[in-house]
Structure formats: C-alpha cells, structure tokens
C-alpha cells in the first residue's frame, strides 16, 4: 500500500518559520526525510509523515509548546489550496465542511475526516489514517485551528465552535488553548475534532460564487478519480447507527444486511480499519452525550432516551466507565 502523501504547502510555511527564526534548514529536513527541493514550493507532495515529523521537530526547535496553533491561526483559508478554495465558494459553513471532508485527499491523504451531524449542530472529526501516529499534538492542532479560524473568516466573524476537542492529552506547557482557539477545548477524545451549533453551520459564507464552486469541484473529482477511494466503511456504519440510535442500537445483523454483507464480513472488514462495531457504538454514544451536556441543557432522561437507552440510569454508568465520572459532573465542568 502506497504510504499517504500531502501537499508541502504547510511544510512551505514551517520552513518559513525556521528560516525567520535563524535555523539551518538542513539537519532538521534531513532528519524527516525531507531537502530543500522538497519544500520549495507549495504544490509539491511530500510524505504525510514527513511532514507531521517536521511540524513536531520545529515546535521543539522553536521552542514553542504551541507552535501548531499558532501556525494555524497566522494563515487564512486562501493559504490551504484548492480544498480552502472550495469551502470558500461553498453557501453556507456546513457545506463548506461537508465539502472538506468530501474532497480533503486532494490535497491530504493522511488523514481520515468525517463531518456528522449531532441533532443540534454538527462536527469535523479528523485523525490519521495511520493509527501509530494518532496523538502527536501539534499538526492537529494546527488543523483545529485553522478550521476555527477559517470558519470566522467565511462567515464574517459570527462563527464561533461550541468546542475542539483532541486525542492528546493537555500538555504540561503554558498553552492558552481557549484564548487561542475562542471556545472549551478538550482532550483525550476517540477523534481531534471541530464542534459548530446548527445556526453556525446555517451561516452563509460570505462572498460564494457557485459557479466557481462547480469548477473547482469537477477539477477535484478528476483528482479523486485516478485515485483509489478511501474504504469510508466505518463513516457509513457511524451515520447508519446515529440516524437509528434512538430506537436503540440497531443489531449487528440488521447492519450487515443493510450493507448487503454477512456479519463475518462485514465483522473482519471494520477489524481492518481497527474497529469493532460495539467500540463504534460506544464511542458514538459517548461523543454525543458530551457534546449534549457541554452544549445544551437537554435533561438526563432526554439525553438517555436519544441515546437509545430506556432510562438514566444505564447512561449513568456508563458513562463513568467512559470518563470516571457523572454526567452531572461533566456538565457542570463543562457548560459555561
């Protein structure tokens, strides 16, 4: 299998950024497999990992513990290439997500992005596809934050996340995150991920032109044409048990079938993407019960049954297994 490639465009700023700062560009390049052929211009393709490696060495050699985040909030949309381009010419925010996810291997094949909705807004979750690099910290936060600031620029500054979350855990550095990215931000999720209310994803993005956007998407479906699509496999069971959930998780065979598989394959073909579907269904769960106790005051009973459990209290313990606490607690951690 082909190792996942990106465009250098970031690896282009990064390099900046050495330059600006005083550091030979050589031994750090070396270091992630990468020269200075590589990353002189932006529309060169590098290896993914060599880039997350780059990202990584030039926050220790900078010396800044929130390098990621403050590189992606210092570009615009306009500065991530064709993709940026087509949010910007999408009508509203949630399109514009929906469109990053559809199209982000154009120009990043590293990593795995789903854009869902959660009944009262909807979330860009994104980690790599490669599972031993899942938790290095700054490109996704770098990706967070871009996406924050990007979803200002579009909508003229009226749209703010509920929250970001990220699989690592909260560096032991003086990191602002919630200055920084203007929302609760939290940490050690199952996916990094972007959180917007559904009147954020309603706004329109000011300045679409649909023509554009028609001609920026058929060049993007040449590109994704001559390459082999990403098995999506666990991004359509996620949709087909969110769309069911609250009648209580569907049964496993009652999927199978609606995929036209058997269980076993369809059981060995999630283990391929290192899933299983009762993980699936239990980090669904969990995702949508945080995200209706941090952002919403939807009572417990509520929350239990649109979980598709017949009452509290099987919510409860659950989710102390999921976060060592109540749900109460979390709430009150967590909703302003």
Known sequence: MRAPMIEARWATYIAADLRHAGHALDGPLKEV????????????????????????????????????LKL???????????????????????DALANIERYISVTNEGLDVVFESLGSGGVLRFREVDAPMRGLRHHAEQASALLVKGAREMTDR????????????????????????????????????????????QLPVVGADNKLLRVLEAACRRIVGRRPRKDDLVHSVREYVLKRLKNGAPPFDDVARDFNMSSKTL????????????????????????????????????IAYTLGYSEPGPLVRAFKRWTDGTPMQYRRKHRP
């Open 267 to 302: 059981e060995r073909r999630l283990a391929e993407r290192e899933a299983s579907y009762r993980e699936l269904v239990d980090n669904i769960r969990c995702d949508l019960a945080k995200h209706l106790l941090a952002n919403t005051d939807v009572r417990l009973h509520q």
């Open 72 to 94: 992606g909030i210092s570009h615009g949309v306009r500065d991530s290439g064709l993709v940026g381009f087509i949010a910007l010419n999408s009508a509203t925010l949630g």
């Open 33 to 68: 497999g990468l020269s200075r052929t590589d990353v002189a211009s932006p529309d060169g393709r590098i290896l993914y990992a060599a880039y997350v490696g780059l990202i990584e060495r030039a926050a220790l050699l900078l010396d800044e513990p929130g390098y990621g």
């Open 158 to 201: 009226r749209a703010t996340p509920l929250c970001v979350e990220f699989m690592h855990g909260r560096p032991n550095a003086p990191v602002d995150y919630e200055r920084i990215l203007g929302c609760p931000v939290r940490f050690q999720a199952a996916w990094d991920a972007v959180v917007f209310s559904e009147e954020a994803l």
